[in-house]
């Protein structure tokens, strides 16, 4: 399994922008297709944004569609999450997952230990 490493979280107003990091360890990583998921207090982990091995592909749920970009430096085994136009809906425990199935959007087994994001209306 991948190690995986989120940071970047904190306290927004509405409006602003954030930009998630996950540093990942093994030399492997640039072979694992990557996303981003999160999980609302009371609420189901619910998935936000993957990308392909290669960068050439990208996936996102309808709530954050034009808002967020998922993006990748294999050179340094980390996958990034731009985040902007933040809404109060968008506090969350935003959780990096490795190896998902990109046909399903199933997560893979490796999960960081998450990064808190809290926005302020």
């Known amino acids: 399994q991948v190690q995986l490493v989120e940071s970047g979280g904190g306290l927004v107003q509405a409006g602003g922008s954030l930009r998630l990091s996950c540093a990942a360890s093994?030399?492997?990583?640039?072979?694992?297709?990557m996303g981003w998921f999160r999980q609302a207090p009371g609420k189901e982990r619910e998935f936000v944004a993957a990308i392909s091995w290669s960068g050439s592909r990208t996936y996102y749920a309808g709530s954050v569609k034009g808002r967020f970009t998922i993006s990748r430096d294999n050179a340094k085994n980390t996958v990034y999450l731009q985040m902007n136009s933040l809404k109060p809906e968008d506090t969350a425990v935003y959780y990096c997952?490795?190896?998902?199935?990109?046909?399903?959007?199933?997560?893979?087994?490796?999960w960081g230990q998450g990064t808190q994001v809290t926005v302020s209306s």
């Open positions: 997952n490795a190896d998902l199935r990109l046909t399903t959007l199933r997560p893979g087994d490796s």
């Open positions: 093994g030399r492997t990583f640039s072979s694992y297709d």
